[in-house]
């Protein structure tokens, strides 16, 4: 059985940084891609960010590029996402996603994604 569990959400202030945390355990982490999305209040899931299965490829949504850097570390079956500069509007529910492949697909949408985490707390203060 697969799991996945987040970890880093809190509460900072405008311009402050937070580091998310995801590890995921149940079946071989390094062959398959891992992404990140964010739901805030009365909004549809969005996509954050993803990563492919070596880590020699990422994706952003537009408004976080530049802003948010996603990393992965196979031997310790993590992937993080390192969040500078952030908003109000960054303010969400966090989840992080383990893909149905390696590399190939659509990782901007939410059923490419086999299994989630349960999600962590981002609020960010102005």
């Known amino acids: 059985q697969v799991h996945v569990v987040e970890s880093g959400g809190g509460l900072v202030q405008a311009g402050g940084s937070l580091r998310l945390s995801c590890a995921a355990s149940?079946?071989?982490?390094?062959?398959?891609?891992m992404g990140w999305f964010r739901q805030a209040p009365g909004k549809e899931r969005e996509f954050v960010a993803a990563?492919?299965?070596?880590?020699?490829?990422t994706y952003y949504a537009d408004a976080v590029k530049g802003l948010f850097t996603i990393s992965r570390d196979n031997a310790k079956n993590t992937v993080s996402l390192q969040m500078n500069s952030l908003r109000p509007e960054d303010t969400a529910f966090y989840c992080?996603?383990?893909?149905?492949?390696?590399?190939?697909?659509?990782?901007?949408?939410?059923?490419?994604?086999?299994?989630w985490g349960q999600g962590t707390q981002v609020t960010v203060s102005s």
């Open positions: 992080c996603g383990q893909h149905s492949t390696a590399y190939s697909g659509s990782f901007s949408r939410r059923d490419g994604y086999d299994y």
């Open positions: 990563i492919t299965w070596s880590g020699d490829n």
């Open positions: 149940g079946r071989t982490f390094s062959s398959y891609a």
